[in-house]
């Protein structure tokens, strides 16, 4: 990797790509088992850590250098769950399982190269981000998985060969984390430019 995929002090905080636990179109589950990782492994302190829910109002949101897409092409997702490290040391870090750039990938590269800018899109394209402590992820996400069946109770995308993620509270809760409504869920709610300077290197 080069230095500007990641700093040359960093250590990651994950197994490499290929041993982490994944599932394909399961992100949000695949970024839960990253937090439960690294809660277990105590690979870092959990309050630098972040779960990253991607999506707008119209859940019509574009991320480009995604393994789905054809070339160039952005993948016009309903909602993506990133991984975000926010280092002391260093600078902040994505762990994006889904990406052909680099795991980890310092957040200015993602951003550059993944979100690229809000600027030239149309208003139903545009990104906004609810960033969630990696504790209270933990804590409190939940997915019955309906989301992934068809009106006929078959899957759309094979599921998580491991039990359902659910609390003492809820069995479904998927929707408030992917709505970008501020007064709903946990969390705070960014833009793309507020993310990136909030997050961004200091």
């Known amino acids: 990797m080069n230095d500007e995929s990641v700093s040359s002090e960093y250590t990651s905080i994950t197994p490499s790509r290929t041993d982490c636990v994944y599932t394909s179109c399961y992100c949000e589950e695949n970024v839960w088992k990253l937090c439960e990782y690294i809660q277990h492994q105590e690979t870092c302190p959990l309050d630098q850590v972040h779960a990253v829910f991607i999506s707008n109002e119209k859940k019509t949101i574009p991320i480009w250098k995604q393994k789905s897409s054809g070339g160039n092409e952005p993948v016009i997702w309903d909602y993506h769950v990133v991984l975000l490290h ?21 957040l200015h590269v993602y951003s ?12 139903d394209f545009r990104r906004k981000l609810r960033v969630i ?14 989301h992934m069946k068809h009106s006929n109770g078959a899957w759309r995308m094979p599921p998580p060969p491991y039990p359902c993620i659910e609390t003492t509270e809820s069995k479904m809760n998927l929707e408030d984390f992917i709505s970008m409504d501020p007064n709903v869920g946990v969390g705070t709610v960014y833009k793309l430019s507020e993310f990136v300077q909030h997050f961004g290197a200091k």
């Open 86 to 106: 926010v280092s002391p040391q260093a600078r902040s870090f994505v762990y994006d399982l889904d990406t052909t750039l680099p795991f980890p990938c310092l």
């Open 133 to 146: 402590p990696a504790d209270t992820y933990l804590k409190t996400f939940a997915s019955d998985r309906s």
């Open 112 to 123: 550059m190269e993944a979100f690229r800018s809000d600027v030239l899109l149309k208003p």
